[in-house]
C-alpha cells in the first residue's frame, strides 16, 4: 500500500472530541467539550418543526440563502457598528470550524506564516497545517492572559501573511482590551497581514469587559476575516451554521474555497435558524445574565474545593491549575478524572504551544443542576492533594 499523507504526521486527533468519548465511556459529567446540555430557544426548535414539513429541502445558494445573509447583516450590522452587504461580504459556512479554514485558504499560500496565540483552540494549529502554512506563537501570559508587545512585534517582523484572533478567547476566557486590539490593528496595517478573527463568544462577555470587534476599527474591515457561528449564541452547537464576513474581493475568493470543501450549509436549519437571528436585544442581554449566574455558581465551586484557577472574563470556560495534585501528565490526570470521580475535562496541553501540563480545562455550559452535581464529585478531590493520583485506589 502507498504511503498515506505526511501532512497528518504534525497534528493528532481533536483531543477535546477525544475526551467526550472517554466521559461517555465512564458515564462521566461532560464538561470537556464546549456544547449545552439545555434546549436552544423555543422560536428556534417551532420553527424547525415547520421547516421539517414545509421545507426548503433542497441545495439552497452554496454561500448561504438570502434570507439567512439579509437577517445576519441586519443582525451584525447593528452589533459591529459597520455597514455589511448580505450579497457581497458574507459567506455561510459548515460551523465556525470550517469558516477558520476556509479564511486561512483564502488568504493564504503553502509556506506562508501566520502568528497564532498560545493557548489557542486546537483546530488552528490544524488548520495551519493542512494549509501548508508555519505557525509562529506568541505567548499570553497568566493570570490577565497578555502579550508582550516587543514579541508580537518581532513575530510580525518575520513576514507573516495573517494572524489569528480568539476573541474572546477559547480556552482562557480572555477578552482582548481595545487598546489591544488597535496595537494588532496598527502592527497588521504596518507590516501589511490580514487578521482572521474566531468570534464564537462573541455574545458572552461578562462585566466590565467588552467585546470589540476588531473588523470595525479604523481601516481593519478591509483586511478582517470575521468567522463566527450560530452555535453558542443560540444554543445550536450541532446545527453547524457559520459564517464569514469581509471585504467584498475576499469574500468573493473564500465563496470559491467554501463551494469546493462543504458546497453549502444545510438549507432547513438555515431557515429556521433566522429565527435566532431576529432576536431582539433583550435576548442577547439575558444570555448574558444566563452565563453570568452559571460561572458563579460554578467558580464558587471551585472556591469551596479549594481548586486554583483563572477567571474568565468571557466564553464559558475555565482553566484550572492541577499542579497541586503532583501529576505531571495532564492526559492521565484527566482519564483518571473521568473514571474516577466522574467528570470529564480536556487536559490543558492540547492548548499550549509551550511544555505546559500543569491545566485542564472545564466548560461550564451546562444546567446549574449538572454543574452543581459535577461540583459535587469534584467535592472528592480535596482528599488527595500532594497525594498523586497513582496514590487513589
Known amino acids: 500500500m502507498p504511503e498515506l499523507s505526511n501532512r497528518l504526521d504534525g497534528f493528532t486527533e481533536s483531543i477535546i472530541r477525544k475526551m467526550t468519548r472517554v466521559a461517555r465511556q465512564y458515564d462521566a459529567i461532560n464538561l470537556s467539550q464546549g456544547f449545552p446540555d439545555f434546549d436552544p430557544p423555543r422560536e428556534l426548535t417551532e420553527e424547525l418543526r415547520k421547516v421539517a414539513d414545509e421545507g426548503p429541502h433542497q441545495y439552497e445558494i452554496t454561500w448561504g440563502s438570502e434570507l439567512f445573509r439579509e437577517k445576519l447583516a441586519l443582525k451584525q450590522t447593528k452589533r459591529m457598528g459597520i455597514p455589511v452587504d ?9 460551523g465556525s470550524t470550517e469558516a477558520m479554514m476556509a479564511a486561512m485558504m483564502t488568504v493564504c499560500n503553502p509556506g506562508d506564516k501566520v502568528i497564532v496565540f498560545s493557548p489557542f483552540y486546537e483546530n488552528y494549529t490544524a488548520d495551519a497545517i493542512l494549509t501548508g502554512v508555519t505557525p509562529i506563537y506568541v505567548p ?3 493570570p490577565e492572559f497578555e502579550y508582550d508587545p516587543a514579541t508580537l512585534r518581532h513575530a510580525f517582523e518575520q513576514g507573516v501573511k495573517a494572524i489569528v ?3 474572546p478567547s477559547n480556552p482562557t476566557g480572555k477578552v482582548f482590551t481595545l487598546e489591544e486590539l488597535e496595537e494588532i490593528a496598527r502592527l497588521a496595517v504596518e507590516f501589511d497581514t490580514f487578521v482572521i478573527t474566531d468570534e464564537v463568544y462573541e455574545h458572552i462577555v461578562y462585566e466590565p469587559h467588552v467585546h470589540t470587534y476588531m473588523a470595525s476599527l479604523p481601516g481593519m474591515f478591509e483586511r478582517t476575516l470575521s468567522c463566527s457561528s450560530l452555535s453558542k449564541t443560540y ?6 451554521l457559520g459564517y464569514i464576513i469581509g471585504p467584498a474581493k475576499v469574500i468573493e475568493t473564500c465563496r470559491k474555497v467554501h463551494d469546493f470543501l462543504t458546497v453549502g450549509a444545510a438549507a432547513p436549519l438555515q431557515k429556521a435558524a433566522v429565527k435566532g437571528l431576529e432576536m431582539a436585544d433583550a435576548y442577547y442581554e439575558e444570555l448574558t445574565g444566563i452565563y453570568e449566574r452559571k460561572r458563579t455558581l460554578f467558580l464558587d465551586g471551585l472556591d469551596r474545593i479549594g481548586l486554583k484557577y483563572y477567571k474568565p472574563q468571557g466564553a464559558y470556560y475555565v482553566l484550572v491549575d492541577i499542579s ?35 491545566y485542564i480545562r472545564f466548560h461550564f455550559a451546562k444546567k446549574e443542576e449538572t454543574l452543581t452535581e459535577a461540583l459535587k464529585r469534584l467535592e472528592k478531590l480535596a482528599a488527595y492533594r500532594g497525594a498523586g493520583i497513582t496514590s487513589i485506589k
Do not use: H, M
Open 324 to 358: 497541586e495534585f503532583g501529576e505531571p501528565d495532564d492526559y492521565k490526570f484527566c482519564e483518571w478524572l473521568a473514571k474516577e470521580i466522574g467528570v470529564a475535562a480536556v487536559p490543558g496541553s492540547s492548548f499550549f504551544r509551550e511544555d505546559v501540563r500543569q
Open 86 to 94: 448580505p450579497a457581497t461580504n458574507i459567506v455561510v459556512t459548515c
Open 235 to 240: 444554543s445550536i452547537t450541532g446545527w453547524r
Open 140 to 142: 499570553l501570559a497568566p
Open 165 to 167: 484572533l480568539c476573541n
